[in-house]
Each structure stands twice: as C-alpha cells, then as structure tokens.
C-alpha cells in the first residue's frame, strides 16, 4: 500500500510541476514546486518510519511466539 501511495505522490508532483511550468517558470513555480518536493519526502519518510515500526512489531511477535 506504500509503495501505491508513493507512486501517486510522484505523479501528483510531477502533474502540478508541469502545470507550473506550462507558461513558463517564475518564483512562485519555484516555491510551489519546492514544497510539492517537500510534500512528497515527508509522506514517504512517514511510510517508510511506519513501515520500520510494522517490521519491528513482526519480529518483537516472532519473537515472543517461539517461546
């Protein structure tokens, strides 16, 4: 599910840069674009951290379930 939500972060960015950039690039594009990037990294981070934990928490419940 990650990985499906990462994906539509990557299109969702690379559609709102294009549309920034349609009639050319001025500070705001800039802005707007530097925080879609900003935006993106943070949600992924945040998959990624939940993810870790979710691994943890298998492995902390194997561990326990062989004794």
């Known amino acids: 599910m990650d990985d499906i939500k990462k994906g539509y ?3 969702e ?3 709102k840069e294009g549309w920034r950039g ?3 690039e001025d ?3 800039k802005v707007g674009n530097a925080g879609d990037d900003i935006k993106k990294n943070l949600g ?3 998959d990624d951290v939940r993810e870790t ?3 943890a928490d298998r492995e902390a419940d ?3 379930d062989s004794f």
């Open 9 to 11: 972060r990557e299109g």
């Open 53 to 55: 934990g979710r691994d």
């Open 27 to 29: 500070l705001a594009d």
């Open 62 to 64: 194997r561990n326990t």
């Open 13 to 15: 960015e690379s559609a």
């Open 22 to 24: 349609h009639d050319g």
């Open 44 to 46: 992924n981070l945040g």
